[in-house]
């Protein structure tokens, strides 16, 4: 199973930015993992930032992003988005994507994981 991220790249402070993020495998079927995204800055452990069900039905935000971001899902194309709206320096991190079989959670225990893509923030 691979999953490749990307949209990472510079944005100024209030600005939007797009990342996506592609699962790909051949035994895995996409729409049977709930979906999140995680991200890590320099000397801070990763955290979560959002989620979403196997059907795109159901989603979390960690506290810090919502209403600012905004997950989606499309099972067609087998792909997991977060749109970063009115973003903040200390959303600069390195951002993950991740699957779980099990269904969306906070807590870090998901089955694959994304290679990362840089999120930079200017102010």
């Known amino acids: 199973v691979q999953l490749q991220a990307s949209g990472g790249g510079l944005v100024q402070a209030g600005g939007s930015l797009r990342l996506s993020c592609v699962a790909s495998g051949r035994t895995f079927t996409f729409s049977h993992y709930a979906m999140g995204w995680f991200r890590q800055a320099p000397g801070k452990e990763r955290e979560f930032v959002a989620a979403?069900?196997?059907?795109?039905?159901?989603?979390d935000y960690a506290d810090s992003v919502k209403g600012r971001f905004a997950i989606s899902r499309d099972n067609a194309k087998n792909t997991v988005s977060l749109q970063m709206n009115r973003v903040k320096p200390e959303d600069a991190a390195v951002y993950y994507c991740a699957a779980r079989r099990a269904g969306l959670t906070r807590a870090d225990d998901y089955n694959f994981w994304g290679q990362g893509t840089q999120v930079t923030v200017s102010s």
């Open positions: 979403v069900s196997y059907a795109g039905i159901t989603s």
